[in-house]
């Protein structure tokens, strides 16, 4: 049996608390105790959620674990110096330790993430790489397993990590098996930037709010800067200062992210051949769109789509 405790403190996102389910599910498909699962805090007792309510939890020093893995907050506070000391030599007790979201900064905040691959969420990432340059974060990465070390991106991400542990310690079938169960995929294919992508692009003002609702509403059509330039009612010039200003891309990349996402959704929702999505987000040709997606998710558009269509089968 694998002992896995998640280590909550006060002001922890309650969403964390979802990959208890993934280990639960485990152990019904099993009809086994294959997974303990101990939700502990450092004293012990009541832990206040981010959410205003509280869950009970057991003395973290108590007892020893397979796997530890830590919680994130909303804020990126950091628990007490005794919790971190006791993380600090988490590895030497335990078989994996791993972060939720910004539990990532906690991990490196004890020192274990020093020279290592993590990731943590893309809002968070550029303060991070200020904080620990050291850490080899790569901000596009939906959970990253260095060694004994795994983090995850979002708070959802967690439950791709759980899902990820699962398939490591009893195969790829019983990981299917509870993705489907929990309707979530059991491999998702891209990266954190799918998400970020539309978030970043908030407008300040109305009319580069104009362009982009064009832009979005028309990405197989000519998307020049003169053509949304025109539609915001700027010269090309004030439009592309304006928009690099409020935004803080040019219209080009910003463009291609649009694009990228675009084409991305098609690919999980539809059967349509590459050439087509091509053409449908305003690419054009496929090889375009590889070269866009190799930056944007670092893969090519058919090794998303065998990821997506895989992830698919296990649903």
């Known amino acids: 049996m694998h002992t896995v405790g998640l280590v909550v403190y006060p002001n922890f996102q309650a969403l964390g608390l979802a990959v208890a389910s993934v280990f639960e599910y485990t152990n019904l498909f099993r009809g086994e105790r294959a997974y303990q699962f101990r939700l502990v805090s450092e004293d012990g007792g009541p832990v206040m959620t ?27 506070r950091l628990p007490p110096a005794s919790l971190l000391e006791y993380l600090r030599d988490a590895p030497s007790q335990s078989r994996r330790v791993a972060a939720i979201c910004t539990g990532a900064i906690v991990l490196a905040a004890a020192g274990l993430l020093e020279g290592k691959h993590a990731t943590t969420h893309w809002f968070h990432a550029q303060e991070f790489k200020k904080q620990y340059p050291n850490v080899l974060l790569d901000e596009d990465r939906i959970f990253v397993v260095d060694g004994q070390i795994w983090t995850s991106a979002g708070m959802t991400a967690g439950v791709d990590l759980a899902l990820a542990i699962v398939e490591k310690d009893f195969g790829l079938d019983t990981a299917r098996m509870v993705a489907r169960k929990l309707v979530v995929y059991q491999r998702r294919g891209g990266g954190q930037s799918q998400f970020s992508a539309l978030l970043e692009l908030d407008a300040k003002s109305d009319r580069v709010q104009l362009a982009l609702t064009h832009a979005r509403e028309n990405l197989g059509s000519d998307l020049s800067v003169e053509n949304l330039a025109e539609v915001a009612r700027l010269s090309p010039r004030q439009f592309s200062r304006v928009f690099r200003e409020e935004t803080g891309q040019s219209p080009a990349k910003a463009i291609e992210r649009l694009r990228v996402e675009a084409a991305r959704l098609m690919m999980e929702t539809t059967r349509h051949p590459i050439e087509v999505i091509a053409r449908e987000t305003g690419f054009g040709d496929r090889e375009r769109m590889r070269q866009a997606f190799l930056r944007a998710f670092g893969q090519s558009p058919q090794a998303i789509q065998r990821t997506s269509a895989g992830a698919a089968l296990a649903l």
Do not use: H, K, M, P
Request: hydrophobic share 25%; aromatic share 8%; proline share 0%.
């Open 50 to 76: 981010s959410q205003s309510f509280s869950v009970n939890t057991d003395r973290l020093r108590d007892s020893t674990y397979d796997t530890l893995i830590v919680a994130g907050d909303n804020e990126c």
